[in-house]
């Protein structure tokens, strides 16, 4: 009888000391979870646009590039396992993540010091993380359509990752499914499901998920664009490695409210 109940204990015990090492650090993590969950858990940032707690994984931005056992993975959707060797802040992953970024930069049309989101982007937030200051390919400037038909939100293509965040939202969390990808490779783009395409014959709004976790300037909120001044936004007052996973206009605004009082 005692062994037959020591087994169960000795597992449980086992389950909660698993560990893998992320640059030589322990990090602990429970079954089921991924290298880019347990590094959070532990307050270690792994760089990454298309994550967030809550969410299934998506892997689409490869920013979260790792090495795990000599493999480079998604830190997003690997698996944590136990005894892992996992690397994150290498010359050559940080090259990795750097060229990754600096595409990101020039396939679309990101003008940060005229964006209403600077300060409170996390692509511009995560590329000062990675020391990307210069961008190294030459800009695309892609014609891109901007959909104001919204009275509450303004649809800026030329900003959109298609990290698919609000794609995710708006499918699994708001039962919407308002947002959709279309397209293959470097045509893919962001699309309404509405039969005019156009967002304000959607049934979008601000009480919606999908309304808060664009990572860029891509949903705009209406009305409150500068409310919170460039100097005093979530990424102005501290860097993205220390302030959470996705950035929001109006989460920023609310911060800065707080602060002020």
Do not use: W
Request: a negative charge; hydrophobic letters at 40%.
């Amino acid at each position: 009888m005692t062994d037959a109940h020591s087994t169960p204990s000795t597992d449980s015990a086992s389950a909660e000391r698993s560990a893998f090492t992320l640059d030589g650090r322990c990090i602990p993590f429970a079954p089921g979870e991924t290298i880019m969950d347990a590094a959070l858990a532990a307050g270690v940032y792994i760089p990454h646009l298309c994550h967030k707690p809550g969410y299934a994984p998506h892997g689409s931005c490869r920013v979260c590039v790792v090495r795990a056992d000599g493999r480079e993975l998604s830190a997003c959707t690997a698996p944590a396992l136990a005894g892992l060797k996992v690397e994150s802040e290498t010359e050559d992953i940080h090259a990795l993540r750097l060229a990754v970024l600096q595409m990101l930069f020039v396939e679309g049309n990101h003008v940060c010091p005229a964006c209403e989101a600077s300060g409170a982007c996390a692509l511009q937030a995560v590329a000062y993380h990675c020391g990307m200051l210069t961008p190294r390919f030459p800009q695309r400037f892609p014609q891109r359509a901007l959909d104001a038909s919204h009275p509450d939100f303004i649809l800026d293509h030329n900003r959109c990752i298609l990290c698919e965040l609000c794609v995710r939202a708006s499918r699994d969390h708001d039962r919407k499914r308002v947002f959709a990808v279309s397209g293959r490779g470097i045509a893919s783009r962001l699309i309404v499901d509405a039969p005019s395409g156009r967002l304000g014959d959607t049934s979008f709004s601000s009480e919606d998920e999908a309304a808060q976790v664009c990572p860029v300037g891509a949903i705009l909120l209406r009305r409150r664009a500068f409310r919170v001044p460039i100097g005093k936004r979530r990424y102005d007052l501290a860097p993205i490695s220390r302030t959470g996973d996705v950035a929001t206009q109006l989460q920023a605004e609310l911060e800065a409210e707080t602060l002020d009082t």
